[in-house]
């Protein structure tokens, strides 16, 4: 009798001690390592250990800077014009108190699970200096003890860290307009480079901007790099050497500012559309830069093309595709196993939208078509804060998880599609067959519905 008290109490230990270890490395699984400073090395992005590190996630579209294909108001020419209407009707206070409100129901802790969840490391987030600022004088918004409101960009680094995920900050909307894009806060408006006294105050305004928030930043390992400016002078960008020069030297200004106050993160640049709109790192000087590209091309000899133009660069920097989107012919799978292939970084454009067919669009992870969008010049600002409230949370009911989100998965681990790649996208072997005909079919939808879209802005002028 003793002996069988003995032997069970053995097994009861040997069965506690076990249920032990499967808690703690269900723990370990769900905390995340400690996340590292980032730097390049060549045309690699490394961590403190000297490990390569490929980045490889997505864009919070939409959260810092509205755009009204994907987001839930309407105005072509960017969300300033909303943003001024609103302030005109209920004050600046109450207008930027309505803003938070939107950005803190698009984006919440889930999907920062979420991007985790699918084996991404990275999020690209677009800011809006109107988010911290309350003009193009550089006036911040203050906490109640007087100190420049930081919470917002608090929160999204801080639940970076919780799920191991590192953080981009891509300034895409600067006082004075960089681009003529709506996504920039207003379409048509780019005074940003211009020889004028207006044009350089904003410049020191963005200056000033940056130098803040790398200061606010320059210990925290979990931001990768910093995004001077999302798609600088949009078309121009390789056609107009007057502002290009203008450009090259205010990014110099910006780098050599944001160093005086941080030495460490990585400062990413964009070329946009090809490696030779930026100059070589060497002619400046410049030290811990990654390059990036946004690739909206419609064949994949287009694709193949732009991703050996980097390799003839030159450059000895690493490169980003900060945004992209198969437009045309051109494949994801394509697209994914040539960026993997060559060892680029991604963030694909962006990660949930609302609008027509969302819910089915490859543009998008998480997609809605149920969500309302607001009148901002007649809803009460009752309505307005309900629009903008739960209903536009990704777990609150009205948005659902795309074709592509599971697609995607194939290639987060750096998962090449050989067929695809030596076929040029005609045969696919990654994924399973019913993901690869959802994603054809929701391509097509999406391609009907950027039709629309067009035609839309082409009646409003806002197309450019």
Known sequence: MKHTMKKALCVLLALICALCYVSLVGAAKETPAEMQFLH??????????????FLRG???????????????????????????????????????????RYRENWITEQDFKNVSELGMNV????????????????????????????????????????????????????????????????????SLFDDTEKAARYREVVKEFWVTLANRYKDEPAVAMYDLMNEPLGTNITSDKKLRQTFYDFSDALYRAIRAVDSRHIITME???????????????????????????????TILRKTNEIDKAGYHVPFLMGEFYPRGLTSFSYLFSIFNDRGLSWTTWTYKGAGDRADQSPWFLYGSS????????NDSYETL???????LRTDGGAFTRTAFADYVGNFVGGEVDKASLYSFGAVETLG?????????????????????DWLRKLRTGDLL
């Open 58 to 100: 997505t864009n919070f579209g939409g959260w810092g800077i509205m755009e009204d294909w994907f987001c839930p108001y309407t105005s072509p020419a960017g969300e300033e014009i909303m943003f001024d209407a609103l302030v005109e009707r209920f004050g600046l206070d109450k207008t930027h108190a309505l803003m938070q």
């Open 432 to 452: 399973t067959v019913q993901q690869r005909f959802a994603l054809l079919t929701d391509k097509l939808r999406a391609i009907y519905t950027t039709i629309l």
């Open 123 to 190: 999020i690209r987030l677009p800011i809006w200096y109107r988010n911290f600022q309350r003009d193009d004088n550089g006036t911040w918004y203050r906490d109640a003890n007087g100190n420049i409101d930081w919470h917002e960009l608090d929160n999204m680094v801080a639940l970076c860290k919780k799920y191991g995920l590192y953080l981009i900050i891509d300034l895409h909307g600067l006082p004075g307009y960089q681009n003529d894009y709506d996504h920039c806060g207003r379409s048509k408006s780019m």
């Open 40 to 53: 390049t090395e060549g045309e690699s992005i490394r961590n403190e250990n000297n490990e390569q590190i």
């Open 385 to 391: 804060c309900e629009k903008f409230g739960a209903v």
């Open 370 to 377: 149920s969500i309302e969008k607001v009148d901002f010049e």
């Open 271 to 301: 070329a946009i559309w090809s490696p030779d709109a930026l100059p070589a790192p060497t002619v400046y000087g410049w030290e811990n830069v990654v390059y990036q590209e946004h690739l909206y091309d419609v064949t994949n000899m």
